[in-house]
């Protein structure tokens, strides 16, 4: 376990530069496999109850559900985690103020599973490709992957050559890994579901990171609604949502949504600015002068 600082920055800057370098990074052990066993056994009732997905995307032998956040309260701990927030952090925040979680997903993978189309995740925002990184996505395995059992598979370099729609299945990697590693990609990686040609069920819990300022995969207010978001660290509330975004983005009556998550909400709360800070200077300049604040 990472104690010092200035280590854990080392180590953030290490991953992120394979991460750019690649498109992909696998941490070994970056949790303890205990943690992620006993994940497992508290999404039973879901695992159970949870119809297999339709359509050719999600795959008619995959199981898919969401809002991990209250079906288990050790969800958290893989979605703070320091190393691996600290990552998306690093690689996102070039383009945004903050990030935001865009989703938490549970996947088993069934026998018979044919390897899924391979896509970039990106390209659920129709913004312009290249110049920007979108998103982050972490695929923590709850059951070994192998190349047999459905195992994630990526095309390294991938998120280097945006022009290329597919690339050669030659180049395509599998990410095998036991329990406790952590498979992170960048939303410009091309890369898919593994086709699963063994008798085993591949199991693993998906938690992505993207640019605050976009329109998350998964509605995290209507996934945790005040009543549940109450009882989040005040991080963790933040990180699905209950924040404004200067400026003045994602607000309930023109102020910050963690009024939502008081005791006593107020009728009439009334506005209050959020503003980057180049923005308030030039608010306050044109206040104190009566003109724009010359352009340097």
Known sequence: LLRREETLADEIQYWTDRLFADGYAIIPGAADPALLRQLDRDFGPAWERTPFSRGNFFGTRTIRFARLLVRSQ??????????????????????????????????????????????????????????????????????????????????SGSNRREKDAYLANTEKVAAEMPVGSALLFLGSTLHAQGANVSSEVRKAAVVGYSLSWLKAYENQILAY??????????ELADLVGYRQIPPNLNNFEAQSPTILLRDEVPEFPGAVDAFRPDQIEAIDYYLAHGRPRPVE
């Not at 952090?89 to 018979?112: D, F, M």
């Not at 609604?225 to 005040?234: D, Q, T």
């Open 74 to 155: 050790l969800m958290a701990h893989l979605v703070q985690h320091e190393l691996i927030q600290g990552i998306a952090e690093r690689a996102l925040r070039p383009w945004c103020e903050s990030i935001q979680l865009n989703l938490t997903q549970a996947i088993a993978v069934h026998p018979g599973a044919p390897e899924q189309l391979p896509h970039r995740d990106q390209d659920m925002w129709d913004g312009p490709k290249g110049e920007l990184e979108y998103m982050v996505n972490v695929i923590w395995p709850l059951t070994p992957f192998t190349a047999e059992n459905g195992a994630t598979v990526l095309w």
């Open 225 to 234: 609604p005040p009543h549940v978001a109450r009882k989040f660290n005040p």
